[in-house]
């Protein structure tokens, strides 16, 4: 029997450590992976301003499996009621369970030049660009936009701000961030408390912040929007998620058990996940890897029923994930905002919240050493 994976993010790598211990020795598993590397897509901004953090984000994936088969090739085709993934070297791979867990790619919407015109954020490769580009700013001086102010965004513009003041450039001055947002609120999906407090964290570093601003076509010197034309001389797209090509751009939407098909399941930024409660469950980094239990629980259930089906031949009751995370985090430059329960946290109490979870889950996996230099570098 074969159990397949496609996609190395939190969800893929979770969910194949859990296989690996959950499963029987005789059943194989693959994990399919475009890059030899897990990186920690939630701390990339951090390398915009300091590129060494790449090292302590960044894991070898042979470093993390125990008896999982890698793969180095990207899915450019998935049929899940077909169990099979074709892959950009030709080859393909098959599975009697499987799970898409593919993460997501940067939505345009089909704004006009913003795909030619702004550098997304979902590669240390993108982290490297953005900063190259604000140093170029910073030298000339002049304005860089950051578009949408959901976590990432606020994020990107909190590290700008802050890299303008290392390098002794005042913002706001000759040089100007400034986030866009088409909503009312920065950080709007999230509580009335949390959203005060970023919006307080950004203004306090100089941060512009343009609510209610929708992004309707994008030219090489200037943003058009539904309130005037704004100038830029950088432009960071950070304004939604959309599905991996190999799924035609689509998120499809599972249920809280996961299942995508009678064999294939799908969790994490790849899929839209509604849970045990009805409620649409947000992308997250906390959310993908709680999802990868239950798709372990389930994937495991399946298995033990097939190899030893049940004497009332009736399949396994599976397992329904229910959204429930202690809280949220974001950091903006040197500072951070943590939301626990109804408790809001900034400051070092906040940053040093923020810094044992990224260590937390990199111990989670067996990254130790990546653990204590990201620990290290968060409380810089």
């Given amino acids: 029997m074969h159990v397949a994976v496609l996609g190395a993010g939190y969800a893929g790598v979770t969910l194949t450590r859990k296989l690996e211990s959950r499963l029987p020795p005789e059943v194989d598993i693959t994990l399919v992976n475009e890059n030899p590397e897990h990186v920690l897509v939630h701390e990339t901004h951090r390398a915009i301003r300091r590129p060494a953090v790449a090292d302590a984000i960044s894991v070898p994936l042979s470093d993390l499996l125990d008896r999982a088969e890698l793969v180095v090739d990207r899915v450019v085709d998935v049929d899940p009621d077909g169990g099979r993934a074709e892959l ?10 499987g799970a898409l867990c593919l993460g997501s790619e940067t939505a345009y919407y ?7 015109h702004a550098t997304p954020l979902k590669s240390l490769d993108h982290a490297a660009t953005i900063r190259a580009d604000f140093l170029d700013v910073l030298a000339d001086g002049g304005r860089a936009v950051v578009g949408g102010a959901g976590l990432s ?4 513009a909190g590290e700008l701000a802050a890299l303008a003041d290392e390098e002794g450039r005042a913002v706001p001055g000759d040089v100007e ?12 999906n999230f509580p009335p408390n949390f959203r005060r407090a970023v919006r307080e964290q950004l203004e306090a570093r100089g941060v512009e912040i343009r609510t209610e601003t929708t992004v309707e076509r994008v030219r090489g010197d200037r943003i058009v929007t539904d309130d005037g034309d704004l100038a830029y001389d950088q432009f960071v797209w950070t304004g939604g998620i959309a599905g991996d090509e190999a799924l035609d751009g689509d998120r499809p939407a599972v249920r809280a058990d996961l299942r995508l098909g009678e064999r294939t399941f799908a969790l994490g930024d790849a899929a839209s996940v509604v849970d045990a409660a009805g409620e649409p469950v947000p992308a997250s980094a906390s959310a993908a890897v709680r999802e990868a239990d ?9 298995v033990d029923h097939e190899r030893s089906p049940s004497a009332d031949g009736f399949a396994p009751r599976l397992a329904r994930y229910r959204f429930d995370v202690p809280g949220w985090l974001v950091s903006v ?5 943590a939301q626990l329960g109804p408790t809001v ?5 906040a940053r040093a919240t923020k810094a044992s979870v990224g260590a937390g889950y990199l111990t989670s996996v067996g990254a130790v050493r990546n653990a204590v230099e990201l620990a290290e570098e968060e409380l810089r």
């Fill in 153 to 156: 965004g606020v994020q990107v």
């Fill in 345 to 349: 946290l900034t400051g070092a109490a």
């Fill in 294 to 302: 239950t798709a372990a629980e389930n994937l495991a259930r399946l």
């Fill in 88 to 97: 950009a070297s030709g080859d393909a791979v098959e599975w009697d369970y």
């Fill in 110 to 116: 089909g704004i006009e030049g913003l795909r030619e």
């Fill in 177 to 188: 961030v400034v986030i866009v947002e088409m909503l009312s609120e920065v950080a709007a």
């Fill in 333 to 337: 430059g040197d500072g951070a905002v």
